[in-house]
């Protein structure tokens, strides 16, 4: 049996539930609040973040810990479907992309939109800040268009295959998308990229995803939007 | 030829530099300021960040962008000595142990103490805040009693053998023993556990970084302090 602990909008939550989806790997999920742990989640990582996945399928349980170690560590137990093919420095191309989404992307964007709209409600932690939602909107187009001109000089983030890169971009982009703040029509290379995305058996399940009170923009689950 | 674009006090910097080390593998090392990189770093790494290793040893060149990302490219191209040895099982504790403090010690700890006493001053931002500091060192001894309780029930971060996890550690904590604020003494294992790695040959060119105008904590560079 396989347990992942996760949080339906948190980024990282998302990339473990697609990597698992796209290697067909069968798990029980368990939901799990980042600013308000389980005592289970807090034995299981001291961080007291998810994701965290326990995997009892061959024997004693292994316990993964934080998106980048259970992308590797599916890599490693589950090389085919491989989510980062070819050479070291395609390998290396591909850890650079999620290393920027999650870091870049995630202090210029999700720092702002996430945290302003989403953890603040969830949290309690009162009203926006108009001035945040702003800024992490101009920044949200720059990344936009550096989605899209990597796009169009190789049709797909990190090359023409499917791999890591777009995961992690999609798992990022798609809570941003939740809340209703990704101008996709201003973005063809984008929206094109995210529509075949949306249609991937191991991002459906992200599509379903409510949370209490707060329901997704209007086009979050539509395959044509 | 191998060239690493790095900043001497960046803990991600210190990371690939000694990995290189430890593989035994040659590079030039060429000096770039994260607040204001040159166009050759900018060309290379869009974000504009160090480390970047720009490999033409195989003939064309590679540019592995990132810490993570040239970590693990170093695993790739010379597997050993193995700095993530063991099981899929070890080598996710010792993923985790480098998330751990390439996110949370740089949140809880770097973005008080390395951005009040070193990012401030570089960059002319200002006095430093005394109320930050506290909070850091704060931050920073819990931190240690973590390290110490990890110490004392592994013999290492992740286990007996030297791996990517105590590189990690040992590269954030350096930056902040530059600065003076670890108290050794307080933490018998960690500072055992130090002295042995300011031992291993790949370590000593860190101890060797001066920055102009702001020497290091007179025993910093001691092997036995």
């Known amino acids: 049996m396989r347990r992942l602990h996760h949080w339906p909008l948190d980024p990282w939550s998302r990339q473990a ?4 989806g796209e290697k067909q790997l069968e798990f029980e999920p368990v939901l799990d609040r980042f600013w308000d742990p389980s005592d289970d989640l807090l034995a299981l990582n001291p961080a007291g973040l998810p994701p965290v996945l326990v995997d009892e399928t061959s024997g004693g349980a292994i316990v993964v810990v ?3 170690a259970i992308l ?4 490693e137990i ?3 479907p491989a989510l980062m093919p070819g ?4 390998r290396a191309e591909i850890r650079r992309l999620v290393g920027w989404f999650d870091r870049k992307f995630d202090a210029e964007v999700n720092a702002y939109l996430l945290h302003e709209k989403l953890e603040k409600r969830v949290q309690a932690l009162g009203a926006p800040d108009m001035e945040m939602i702003r800024a992490g909107r101009d920044h949200l187009r720059w990344h936009l268009d550096y989605v899209c001109a990597l796009l169009e000089a190789r049709d797909g983030l990190a090359g023409p295959r499917w791999t890591l890169a777009d995961l992690a971009a999609a798992a990022h982009l798609s809570c941003i998308d939740y809340l209703g703040d990704v101008a996709w029509e201003q973005y063809p290379p984008a929206k094109a990229w995210y529509e075949r995305i949306k249609c ?8 379903e995803d409510r949370l209490p009170g707060m329901a997704p923009v209007t086009w979050y689950a539509d395959l044509d939007f």
């Not at 590797?72 to 890599?75: A, F, G, Q, V």
């Not at 050479?87 to 395609?90: K, R, Y």
């Not at 991937?200 to 599509?207: D, E, K, N």
Request: no cysteine; aromatic share 8%; charged share 40%.
């Open 72 to 75: 590797e560590y599916l890599e």
């Open 87 to 90: 050479s070291p420095a395609d």
């Open 78 to 80: 589950k090389p085919e």
């Open 17 to 20: 539930r697609i990597a698992l």
């Open 66 to 68: 934080e998106a980048r």
């Open 200 to 207: 991937r058996p191991s991002f459906r399940p992200l599509l």
